[in-house]
């Protein structure tokens, strides 16, 4: 909205879309942390319980439990379709709304507004690329090094990004 339409700004962006977008992430996060916690009361750990990550995630739980985890792996995938997927094409979109503007800006600031896109795109892929491995498409045989790289990737280095 602040690239396409920049003098309609505050009148896209008004005081209740702003709460009405804040509150759907609480709710969809808030959602999403709740379905996996009770998921995760069903399952037994039979298993040595020292969680070998930088965090207590939850691909690296699921891997202690001597359960079936099948449901809580479908339910992570479907829940991660909704929570990861829909903001990735939500991003995608805008970014495609913004390329087209500035390469309808006939300067050189429109060149250089792409470059700074770039980066912020390279980081999101980055972010998204780590995330949907992790979650979306786990394996029971991953090495947990490839975990806690991956954990690393998207809690420490995309920030520091």
Not at 12 to 33: D, G, K, N, P, T
Not at 80 to 86: N, S
Not at 96 to 122: D, E, N, Q
């Amino acid at each position: 909205v602040a690239i396409c339409h920049p003098l309609h700004y505050t009148v896209i962006m008004r005081e209740e879309l702003c709460v009405f977008l804040v509150a759907v992430s609480w709710i969809l996060s808030c959602a999403s942390s709740l379905s996996h916690t009770l998921l995760l009361t069903r399952l037994s750990f039979c298993a040595a319980n020292t969680i070998p990550h930088v965090f207590c995630d939850l691909a690296a739980l699921l891997k202690l439990s001597c359960s079936d985890i099948f449901l809580n792996e479908l339910v992570m995938f479907t829940v991660g379709v909704v929570v990861i997927t829909l903001p990735f094409m939500c991003i995608l979109v805008s970014y495609g709304y913004i390329g087209a503007t500035i390469l309808r800006v006939p300067s050189t600031k429109g060149i250089h507004k792409a470059s700074t896109c770039g980066s912020h795109l390279s980081v999101v892929s980055l972010y998204y690329g780590s995330i949907f491995g992790q979650y979306l498409f786990p394996t029971a045989s991953s090495s947990i090094d490839k975990d806690v790289i991956v954990a690393v990737m998207y809690t420490v280095i995309t920030p520091m990004l």
